[in-house]
């Protein structure tokens, strides 16, 4: 059908013959009606390279042609179809007998190198999008170390135009005197990154330079960042600004939820708020700490305090007193022991109590009683925050804060060798001494009344104390300190059976036969030298006999005649 389009009398036939027949381009010839189509051989080709159903694939891609309309408009040039997975270029030319000339080429190669061309493109339009909008200067050079490329970040900190430099050397600029030192010169000379601080325009830069190499490993391409440090830098002191407010907020908080243990460490002298805000302050880290007092000062106390107001409050507090126990004892009793460890032992070992107290607090009281063996140990484990089961090989990590006391000076015991000098320097990171009670006379009252409170609440009584038994309480110098006034309210609550206690009672159960065993002349001279010193104290706190006679709850009446009594209150006066 193709060869009848041409007469054979056509001097142009044999041409077209051999065109059809061995041309470069795939051809196809359709009838007029559009029923009919025959194939050159590259077409063919074409056709079965579609990988179609169709018995007679052909007439498939006629029906196609068809389809897509192809036919209706003639001469068509350039038409883009897609057939299947395949892109192909069709040009149509109708003949005088109305026959179509259809000219097929496969463009899927080039149809995909356009689409991989576009998103190369995308990504290039993208990629000079993100630059562009880059708060970093980015400068890009050549293996010379000629400027390729620069975005505007890099123009306004610098202070230059991209026009005036690219395509020149980058050590222009430095030469110009906009920047006084350039990264990419030592990237260029080392081959290696380079980060660099210059100063510019008075303000801190930082420089970045990286080499990029191909694939034989040749440097091609420096690309150099500059970023101003400025923002960065005032974040920087913001931050710290920031935490040291924290850490001030922190200590205030410290502070008022000290508030709340007051009531258990009982005081207003100057030597007990001492004391606490050492006690708040050690409370902030998680030093060791080492409180000494006499016996009976409050020295658990304070360790408890410590422990409910660090950050280790919800773990354990345990507390051991190192005098209490032998020395074997003692190192089972603290470091635990595995099964069989020794004769008597627990049939599945036991627990020490480094270990009982894990994320909370140990408290060592009477520290200096460890023996030498047990301080070597004791060090280690402060040291190395780990410990050893007896009988066991296997170390333990353990989290804890020790807290240590001692109701001796644990420096003469270091001069007389029963105590380690490191050891001492270990748990001495943070020491809070406590008071005497009598270098703290004003508290007394106040813990006379609080143990009073106490401990009828606890039996159910209703004891009271009057004004004269609370000066003698002042005027006595309490050698077991607070424990021995706890002991005589006690003492008194639950043994005696007057409402009231009177200097008769009090001479009974407090002091043995030191101070209160005095006849009734020394004592009449006893409460008399107590109620003056109350008197002039609250004379000078107070300055009128009101809020004097408020303080002491009694009458101002009576306020007045003591004052008198005692030759107080003439320098001035008061009301």
């Not at 576009?118 to 630059?131: D, P, V």
């Not at 410290?254 to 007990?272: D, N």
Request: aromatic share 6%; with cysteine.
């Amino acid at each position: 059908m193709a060869t009848a389009i041409l007469s054979k009398q056509d001097p142009d036939f044999g041409v077209c013959r051999e065109l059809w027949s061995f041309g470069f381009d795939a051809v196809a010839v359709v009838d007029g009606t559009l029923d009919k189509i025959a194939l050159n051989p590259r077409a063919e080709k074409l056709i079965q390279s579609l990988n179609l159903e169709d018995p007679e694939p052909e007439f498939e891609f006629l029906g196609f042609l068809r389809k897509r309309g192809i036919f209706t408009h003639v001469p068509s040039f350039d038409n883009e179809v897609q057939y299947s997975d395949r892109w192909l270029l069709i040009n149509l030319v109708q003949t005088a007998d109305g026959a179509f000339v259809v000219v097929i080429k496969d463009i899927s190669e080039t149809k995909a190198l356009e689409i991989q061309l576009s998103a190369l493109k995308a990504a290039n339009n993208e990629l000079n999008e993100i630059i562009e909008l880059s708060a970093d200067g980015l400068v890009s050079l050549d293996h010379t170390g000629v400027i390729l490329r620069m975005n505007k970040a890099y123009e306004k900190i610098v202070g230059i135009k991209a026009e005036d430099y690219l395509g020149k050397p980058a050590k222009l600029i430095q030469e110009r005197g906009h920047l006084p030192d350039l990264v990419s010169r030592y990237v260029l000379k080392d081959l290696k990154p380079k980060n660099i601080f210059v100063k510019l325009k008075g303000q801190e830069v930082l420089l970045t330079g990286r080499p990029v190499f191909n694939e034989q490993g040749a440097l091609i391409r420096v690309v150099a960042n500059i970023r101003d440090l400025t923002e960065l830098n005032d974040l920087k002191n913001t931050l710290r600004d920031y935490h040291e407010r924290a850490h001030r907020y922190e200590t205030e908080i410290q502070r008022l939820r000290a508030r709340e243990f007051e009531t258990e460490i009982v005081g207003h002298s100057a030597e007990t708020h001492k004391s606490l805000e050492l006690a708040i302050q050690a409370s902030t880290v998680d030093s060791t700490v080492l409180i000494c007092g006499e016996t009976g000062t409050g020295k658990e106390l304070f360790a408890k305090t410590i422990h409910k107001l660090s950050q280790r409050a919800s773990g354990p507090f345990i507390a051991i007193n190192c005098s209490a126990l032998p020395e074997t004892l003692l190192e089972s009793e603290l470091f635990g022991y595995e099964h069989g460890a020794f004769t008597g032992a627990q049939k599945d070992g036991k627990i020490g109590l480094f270990e009982a107290a894990q994320s909370g607090t140990l408290f060592l009281d009477e520290i200096s009683e460890i023996p030498p063996a047990m301080q070597v140990k004791l060090l280690r484990v402060i040291q190395d925050k780990k410990l050893r089961r007896l009988g066991s090989h296997q170390e333990k990590e353990i989290d804890i804060r020790i807290i240590a006391a001692s109701n001796k000076d644990l420096k003469e015991q270091i001069r007389g060798g029963q105590f380690r000098e490191d050891l001492y320097y270990r748990l001495n990171i943070i020491k809070i001494a406590i008071p005497l009670l009598r270098d703290r006379k004003e508290d007394i009252p106040l813990l006379a009344a609080h143990f009073l409170e106490k401990f009828n609440k606890k039996f159910g009584r209703h004891k009271k104390m009057t004004p004269q038994v609370m000066s003698m309480l002042v005027a006595y110098d309490w050698p077991g300190n607070v424990r021995e006034l706890e002991n005589a309210v006690e003492r008194f609550v639950v043994l005696s059976d007057e409402m009231f206690l009177d200097a008769g009672v009090l001479a009974g159960e407090v002091g043995g036969e030191r101070v209160l065993s005095a006849d009734h002349a020394g004592l009449r001279n006893l409460l008399e030298s107590a109620e003056k010193e109350i008197i002039l104290n609250a004379y000078r706190e107070c300055g009128s006999t009101r809020r004097m006679a408020q303080k002491l709850n009694t009458s101002q009446a009576t306020i007045v005649r003591k004052l008198k009594k005692h030759n107080a209150g003439r320098s001035r006066r008061i009301s």
